[in-house]
């Protein structure tokens, strides 16, 4: 890894700082549209003071942010391991009215914020985490953190196929891309992402001439779906974090 690219890594841990519409858009507390307004109006106090700029940069789980004269708690630290079922939305409130994650958790859901998406078709393994730190690290690109997916297409995938989805087309590439199964109806192959762009799986497959049947993530770093049902969730502790993500255990260790 370059110096460049250790610095970033570093600073990635540190300063995952965001607006504070998105913040509060992030923490459950309103919409990125509804916070906007709330700010704007004077509604929202930051340590204390009023903060009228949406663009406002807070880190969310340390902000101490108050909402028409309520002060948000403190929420401990939690990581959760979801398994999302098809058809539902990876959103803190949905403007079509569908079913989303955080519908899926109900209580349990105070104060999560995803850690990147799975799109609505898309199953399998979601982290939900209230350390905005974390979250902020495991999707960043520079961290080369490995997703797998179990995915089933239309059609035979030849070789040469695979071969130019890891090579990359239009910005997009996979990370490795192993056939598991094929024949003249289906493909199952075995994904490996290591960033989370929108919808690059379905993109990258859909340029080589293939349509997405089934795509399941399975892992996510050093943490799998394992047996967990669809619609079903498990806390993790921060050691097995740790041993998941033995990387920012180090760099933390580092700064320490």
Not at 100 to 119: C, I, N, Q, S
């Amino acid at each position: 890894m370059s110096e460049a690219a250790r610095t970033r890594q570093g600073l990635s841990l540190f300063v995952a700082m965001v607006r504070l519409d998105r913040a509060l858009s992030k923490l459950g507390l309103a919409s990125r549209s509804e916070a906007r307004r709330l700010i704007e109006a004077g509604a929202v106090r930051l340590r204390g003071k009023t903060v009228k700029d949406p663009a406002r940069l807070v880190v969310p789980d340390r902000a101490a942010i108050e909402i028409a004269g309520r002060t948000t708690e403190a929420i401990p630290w939690r990581t959760l391991a979801l398994n999302k079922p098809r058809g539902v939305v990876t959103t803190h409130r949905d403007p079509e009215g569908r079913k989303t994650v955080f519908d899926l958790l109900g209580e349990e859901a105070k104060g999560l914020v995803t850690v990147g998406r799975l799109d609505m078709a898309s199953t399998g393994l979601l982290l939900l985490t209230t350390d905005t730190q974390l979250a902020a690290w495991l999707t960043d690109p520079v961290n080369a953190i490995v997703r797998r997916y179990i995915v089933t297409v239309r059609g035979w995938v030849s070789d040469d196929a695979a071969r130019k989805m890891v090579e990359g087309m239009g910005g997009l590439r996979a990370y490795s891309v192993d056939i598991l199964k094929r024949s003249r109806r289906e493909t199952h192959l075995r994904i490996e992402l290591t960033e989370g762009k929108n919808r690059e799986i379905r993109r990258l497959l859909e340029a080589v001439g293939h349509e997405v049947t089934r795509l399941l993530r399975v892992s996510f770093g050093g943490i799998a779906l394992g047996t967990l049902q669809p619609g079903r969730w498990r806390e993790t502790t921060e050691h097995e974090i740790g041993t998941a993500f033995p990387e920012r255990r180090h760099a933390l260790n580092r700064r320490v």
